[in-house]
């Protein structure tokens, strides 16, 4: 072979070789274009896969993750050229310290993201070729920790109903594939989760009184009252001291220098008046079985608590009205809020554990002064006919008269006439109905927001039920303590309604039902929070009256769900 013709074979193959190498060299330094495939290969089979997995960990966002990289053609979110972006480090800001909202960081993939990430920076400084499996591991364990925490902050960690069938709310929504694009084109990974938390002040303000009794918890919470026979006032024991310990604890007692530890004084008796106040206690100033078990439940219960709480408030639309009713009904009170600003409060009375008030939200859209009580058919077989077997004159005694039949073809029957004793609740045919008046069950007033459940807010006969710490009492309506002054104030911009004139109506001689229509419908919430921040700007604990409290924790210390 002539010498010039192998020179040049040597010389393309030298060439060749280069290029190669070259992009070798490139695809080293610069792997995004394969990365690309390789998402696509891991999450294209299938569709939308039931369960995905990167680097062993499972993926929770099964539906929107996959969304998202079809989106942009399966091109890494997270990695620029060869190494990650800056928006690494926002994302794992905001999943350290999601515990400040009542969040484990460790449901984010924290420790798997830190873990490849340390990998990355130890094969960079060895000068090896990255592994592309472990970057694309990286890459959906980001979108996935952005996608899931991001769900969470806007909704909730756990669906409300999947532990409660008698919760309905209606839950904040949006694209989050799209939220998350967002922000990685204008790089505000931090900012756009951070706008995703309810704005509500009643949240902030509870994430801060996290933070506090995270402290306590932390520094070994409160000393334990032990048991004994109730304290009073006067007393001198060694008990009294456990007490005076305790309340100081929390901050209800300052240290007082001279005073005499064992006795129970007047200061003893203010601090433990304060602390049965905050937690929804009859306030006696006396250390009773009620009292000393709510001083007992420990600091780390307490945080646990407020932690559910706070995942309530995610369940909450963005928006509650410019206009609105709140009931809480753990805390049996009711606000009315105009503009933010509270402008009415007052007692409610709520359904009892066995007769729950449902959790839901409606639209006020008239009242009915002077109303009749069609008694619910359960409620007169069980509770009513009992008192009529009893007493053949009670129905007469409460205005109620008897119809036969029910729908269209009523028609009215003398109770006196009737063998009460050979009616049974399985052959009850009769309908009850109870007359307007001040013993109507009802009471004078009932507000009518239509909903599945039947439930409303009304007046009621039995006004010493207000003057109890707890008052779960109803059949699961709303008992109200001022139903006039609320009728005065959502009737005030209706010339028609002045304040005298409702007066008149629901107080005068003959009771005659009347409709009067909203000229603007109010939205009404019913919600459950068994830790509030009151008007006082202090946190309140309250009565799990319906034991939700103990169902939602054993959920958030689940694994979470998959979205």
């Not at 495939?37 to 966002?61: K, N, Q, S």
């Not at 999947?162 to 204008?186: C, G, H, M, T, Y």
């Not at 109905?433 to 009518?448: E, H, M, S, T, V």
């Not at 005068?508 to 039902?513: D, K």
Request: glycine share 6%; hydrophobic share 40%.
């Amino acid at each position: 072979m002539p010498i010039h013709s192998f020179r040049f074979k040597t010389r393309v193959l030298f060439f060749l070789v280069a290029l190669c190498l070259g992009h070798a060299t490139l695809w080293a330094q610069s792997p995004e274009l394969p990365l690309q495939e390789l998402l696509r290969r891991r999450i294209e089979p299938g569709g939308v896969p039931a369960e995905m997995f990167a680097g062993g960990e499972r993926l929770y966002a099964s539906v929107v993750l996959p969304i998202f990289y079809q989106r942009r053609d399966y091109r890494p979110a997270w990695i620029k050229g060869d190494e990650p972006s800056s928006q690494v480090e926002s994302l794992l800001r905001v999943i350290r310290e999601a515990d400040r909202e009542g969040l484990r960081p460790a449901d984010y993939h924290l420790v798997d993201i830190e873990t490849v990430l340390s990998e990355i920076r130890q094969t960079q400084e060895g000068r090896k070729q990255l592994k592309l499996d472990r970057l694309a591991d990286l890459d959906l364990l980001l979108t996935d920790a952005f996608l899931i925490l991001g769900s969470h902050l806007l909704s909730g960690r756990i669906n409300p109903q999947s532990i409660d069938p008698q919760w309905f709310v209606n839950r904040r929504e949006a694209d989050l594939a799209q939220v998350l694009e967002e922000a990685l084109k204008a790089n505000q990974v931090e900012m756009a989760l951070n706008g995703l938390l309810p704005s509500h002040a009643g949240y902030a303000r509870l994430r801060k009184a996290l933070a506090g009794y995270r402290r306590i918890a932390a520094n070994g919470g409160w000393p334990v009252v032990p048991e004994g026979a109730q304290l009073e006032k006067g007393d001198r024991n060694d008990r009294v001291l456990s007490l005076r310990r305790r309340l100081a604890r929390e901050g209800f007692l300052d240290d007082e220098d001279g005073a005499d530890a064992r006795l129970f004084d007047e200061a003893l008796e203010r601090a433990l008046r304060k602390f049965q106040g905050k937690y929804g206690l009859e306030v006696d100033g006396v250390l009773g079985p009620q009292t000393a078990k709510a001083l007992n439940i420990s600091a780390d219960e307490r945080v646990r608590q407020i932690i559910v709480n706070l995942e309530r408030w995610r369940w909450l639309p963005q928006e509650l009205g410019l206009r609105y009713i709140l009931v809480n009904i753990a805390s049996f009170n009711l606000d009315v809020i105009e503009k933010g600003q509270l402008v009415m409060d007052m007692r409610v009375v709520a359904g009892k554990p066995y007769h729950r008030t449902p959790v839901f939200s409606g639209r006020m859209t008239y009242l009915v002064m002077n109303p009749y009580w069609n008694v619910p058919a359960r409620i007169a077989r069980k509770e009513l006919l009992p008192k009529v077997k009893k007493d053949p004159a009670f129905l007469t005694k409460e205005s109620i008269k008897v119809l036969e039949a029910w729908g269209p073809h009523l028609h009215e029957i003398d109770p006196a006439r009737t063998d009460w004793q050979a009616v049974s609740p399985s052959s009850f045919r009769y309908q009850f109905r109870q007359d307007p008046g001040p013993q109507n069950a009802l009471g004078r007033i009932k507000f009518i927001f239509p909903n599945q459940f039947d439930v409303y807010l009304h007046d009621t006969p039995s006004k010493n039920l207000f003057a109890r710490a707890r008052r779960d009492f109803s059949h699961g309506c709303i008992r109200l303590e001022k139903p006039i002054e609320l009728a005065e104030y959502l009737l005030k911009d209706d010339p028609k309604w002045p304040p005298a004139k409702i007066r008149a109506t629901v107080t005068g001689g003959v009771a005659v039902e009347q409709i009067v229509r909203l000229s603007e419908p109010v939205n009404v919430h019913l919600l459950y929070w068994t830790v509030w921040i009151g008007q006082d700007d202090l946190i309140h604990f309250g009565p799990d009256i319906y034991d939700r409290d103990r169902a939602l924790d054993a959920a958030m210390q689940a694994p979470p769900p998959r979205a």
